[in-house]
């Protein structure tokens, strides 16, 4: 046996002829001999089987409006309408797509496998790169292959197919409208506060609460070092419930960090803090994660993630990681009672991106700021330089 491997490893694979040894070991098997179908014969079978064909197609097109009628006429939800115990709209919904797909299936394979010219060849191989004339000689076994498929032929059957597939894509457009009112939409009715991907419940003169407790702070709450999972006091206020007060939860949650005012490098972080207190989204602009962990002496806050890291003291820039864009920072005041409080919402979207948003320069949206809402931010305490 140890002969006979040396033997084959031997031999030289550059060359499509096999040594007399590799043929004594690997004989040529030939062509199997051809058994003709009954559709190949039998003419009354052909049409037989034609006609089975297009009953799939027609089977798949009725599922397929099965599918819209359903999709509008049960009621979904937990109030829908029942069968068996289980939910109708689903059972409805999942049938007649499965089946408009199982009978498109069949009727693509019956089609292969009576229908279509059963001819069998057997070629050496050959290099990988053809030459002109082969490519021609293949373009034109395309279109005979396309005749033999009896497209041209067969125009009931072929425009049975047609249909049956256009017919498929009417329950994925319909299927589309269960995604929702775009971004643009909800921005533009606001259903409830903060609605949209632009915007959050934080507004002038919102408290800024802790996180879970929702009890206000002051400003000398806060030691030099110390981060706190904050949210607006309108999370607390039991105006919001449901889904819209977790929606405006998630898209709200805020860290402060106070740090030594004279550490802050940046000018719009000055000018949006109270006594080196700072305010920034803790949501990743990565992929969305929360961020907190804090490295103290170098106000460098890392998402655990995919570890991008922001510079605090510097309008949240990327120090590093993935991260595309900086953190937004909350512009922050005092009111009448010594509390922090957010003089507007985020000046950006908060969060990853997405497909309406735009990047600007930190003092591009400072100054598209100032001109909104520095004057009104001037009775929380505000003023360039920081408070």
């Known amino acids: 046996m140890s002969s006979d491997l040396s033997e084959i490893e031997k031999h030289d694979d550059s060359h499509p002829e096999l040594n007399a040894h590799t043929d004594a070991l690997l004989p040529d098997p030939g062509m199997h001999e051809h058994h003709w179908r009954p559709t190949d014969v039998d003419p009354k079978a052909e049409k037989r089987a034609e006609r089975q064909v297009s009953l799939f197609f027609a089977l798949s097109a009725i599922c397929s409006v099965l599918f819209v009628v359903a999709y509008f006429a049960i009621e979904p939800g937990y109030d829908g309408d029942v069968w068996a115990g289980y939910g109708a709209s689903n059972l409805a919904l999942g049938s007649t797509l499965g089946f408009a797909l199982l009978f498109l299936g069949i009727g693509v394979i019956q089609w292969a496998r009576k229908l279509v010219v059963d001819i069998e060849h057997s070629e050496e191989r050959h290099p990988a790169a053809s030459s002109p004339a082969t490519r021609e000689a293949a373009i034109a076994e395309l279109k005979a292959a396309l005749n033999e498929s009896g497209m041209a032929r067969r125009p009931f059957i072929r425009n049975a197919m047609i249909g049956s597939a256009a017919l498929l894509g009417l329950p994925a457009v319909v299927i589309l409208r269960d995604l929702g009112q775009t971004n643009a939409q909800i921005t533009e009715e606001q259903p409830y506060p903060g609605a949209g991907l632009e915007h959050t419940v934080w507004d002038a003169g919102v408290r800024v609460v802790r996180d879970v407790v929702g009890t206000p702070i002051r400003p000398g709450d806060l030691e030099v070092g110390d981060l706190v999972n904050a949210e607006p006091s309108t999370i607390f206020d039991g105006s919001l419930h449901g889904a819209p007060l977790q929606i405006a939860k998630s898209k709200a949650a805020t860290i402060l960090l106070r740090m030594n005012p004279a ?9 949006w803090s109270v006594d080196g207190i700072v305010a920034y989204s803790k949501i990743c602009t990565h992929v969305g994660c929360p961020i907190s962990l804090n490295e103290r002496t170098t106000h460098h806050l890392l998402c655990p993630c995919h570890q991008s890291t922001f510079d605090l003291a510097d309008h949240g820039k990327v120090i590093f990681g993935p991260a595309g864009r900086h953190l937004p920072q909350l512009p922050l005041g005092v009111d009448a ?12 979207p908060v969060g990853v991106s ?3 948003r735009n990047t600007y320069d930190i003092d591009e949206i400072f100054d598209d700021w100032s001109k909104d809402h520095a004057a009104d931010a001037e009775q929380y305490g505000y003023k360039e330089g920081g408070q």
């Not at 550490?263 to 000018?271: A, K, P």
């Open 263 to 271: 550490d802050i490098t940046h000018d719009v972080t000055r000018n």
């Open 337 to 348: 009672d010594g509390f922090l409080v957010a003089l507007s919402d985020y000046p950006e």
């Open 354 to 356: 997405y497909w309406e």
